[in-house]
């Protein structure tokens, strides 16, 4: 038996449609999976906040007391300490490099040139307390820092942990 021309076509259709919808899924988790700007390779577990219990009255002292005169609870209001940015030195040992620029999770990917100062090259940057992705582009070519852990992308880790407020110290 012959097939038409109209069921191929239709079968073409189904197929491309098929494959379209496959590629767009494959793409979607992707893309969620490298787009986010900082990857948390070690998790600090956040403290859980005190539950606050509710007093119950007992039915004659409420009684005894108009609701006016008695007073109200007081709420514990701790306000959100403001993390400060760090600053980082980062440092890359190659004097026979021309030119050396610094990429990360913290600066978007985009490239801040490093300055050399006798065979090695240097810069400061701000970041937030977390841990970041970052390399170095000696001349072009990717490098990784020697002195760091590998991530599980193929990147070096900068650990970036915030100052004791009371000392200043990490």
């Known amino acids: 038996m012959t097939k038409s021309k109209s069921f191929w076509a239709v079968l073409a259709v ?20 490298f787009a986010s700007d900082t990857m948390e390779i070690r998790p600090k577990p956040v403290p859980m906040l005190p539950d606050v219990e509710e007093t119950k009255e007992e039915p004659a002292q409420s009684a005894a ?21 760090i600053k980082t030195a980062f440092e890359y040992k190659n004097a026979s490099a021309k030119s050396v620029s610094l990429a990360g999770s913290f600066t978007k ?42 991530g599980p992308v193929g990147e070096s880790i900068a650990v970036i942990e915030a100052a004791h407020p009371a000392t200043g110290k990490k």
């Open 65 to 85: 007391k108009p609701p006016e005169s008695q007073p109200a609870p007081k709420e514990i209001k701790e306000e959100p300490q403001k993390q400060k940015a």
């Open 14 to 33: 189904i197929s491309l449609a098929a494959a379209g919808f496959s590629g767009y899924s494959i793409y979607n988790r992707l893309t969620i999976y």
């Open 109 to 150: 990917w985009k490239e801040l040139r490093m300055t050399k100062k006798n065979g090695v090259w240097k810069t400061e940057v701000y970041i937030l307390p977390g841990n970041y992705l970052y390399h170095f582009s000696a001349d072009g070519k990717k490098v990784l820092d020697p002195s760091k852990p590998k």
